[in-house]
């Protein structure tokens, strides 16, 4: 049910629950974090601020209510985990979370869980989390692929040069608008393993083309960081994504062999 997808009225409250939010959101503490003194990085946040989502409604307007939500939302993180501050790719979550019809503070509590519960460690200034996924996510990709694999490495072509977006925006980035809140909705119910699984049906999806017609990195990686849109409708990623079995046991493993290769 729901790797057909959410119904859109119901989807706010599905990902405040799903992700842990409810319990750890605490009564008044964002109005406190939000009128707190300005921090350094809230340079960086208003810059990036209007490069998030500018052809939606809701954020096409740099007086809109959007727009400032968003930026109301990240300065609180900001003084929220100060270990992170903010990181680009942070606003995609939160943008989809305002579209998806989360209040701005229930947004705010959202992101916070699905930060602590789901991708820990992505936003830190060293990246670690992202490294260790993108590494397993080469080690599944050469255990379902070995040629695609084998051709990715002799170019050159390295998960974190292309995966990189993809984890970072949990594909809000790379995939159209219809599957990337499929891809949302399976990944609040089942959790981080669903991460892999839309990167290899991508790669299950792309692979004749990019063993064919990619022979250069440069070729790689301009289709991967652009993957066409027809090519990864909501449709077939997701039944792509279904057929990739991969067990919750097997990626820990890999986590825990990445994370002490480091």
């Keep these: 049910l729901v790797q057909a997808g959410v119904p859109h009225g119901a989807r706010a409250q599905f990902y405040y629950v799903l992700s842990g939010a409810a319990k750890i959101e605490q009564t008044g503490e964002y109005a406190r974090l939000a009128g707190q003194e300005p921090l ?5 946040i ?7 989502y500018p052809d939606h409604v809701m954020f096409a307007d740099a007086d809109g209510a959007g727009q400032r939500q968003l930026r ?10 100060t270990d992170i501050g903010y990181c680009q790719g942070m606003g995609r979550l939160v943008g989809l979370f305002l579209i998806s019809g989360l209040g701005e503070e229930r947004a705010f509590w959202v992101l916070a869980a699905t930060i ?8 830190e200034s060293d990246l670690a989390g992202l490294r260790e996924h993108t590494a397993v996510f080469e080690v599944l990709l050469h255990e379902r692929n070995p040629r695609l694999a084998s ?12 995966a990189t977006p993809w984890f970072m925006t949990v594909f809000t980035l790379s995939l159209p608008w219809p599957a990337a809140l499929r891809v949302w909705d399976w990944f609040m119910y089942r959790g981080t393993k669903v991460l892999f699984r839309v990167a290899l049906a991508i790669t299950d999806l792309a692979s004749s083309y990019l063993l064919d017609a990619c022979p250069t990195i440069a070729e790689l990686l301009g289709f991967l960081l652009h993957i ?25 493993r890999l986590v825990q062999r990445a994370s002490a290769s480091r």
């Design 46 to 52: 208003e810059r990036d601020v209007a490069r998030c």
């Design 228 to 252: 066409p849109p027809a090519l990864v409708d909501a449709d077939s990623i997701v039944a792509a994504a279904t057929r990739v079995k991969i067990s919750e046991r097997h990626v820990e």
């Design 116 to 123: 602590r519960n789901f991708i820990p460690r992505y936003y």
């Design 40 to 44: 350094p990085i809230y340079d960086v």
């Design 151 to 162: 051709h990715l490495a002799e170019q050159g072509c390295d998960a974190l040069m292309y």
């Design 72 to 81: 109301r939302i990240l300065r609180a993180y900001a003084q929220y985990n």
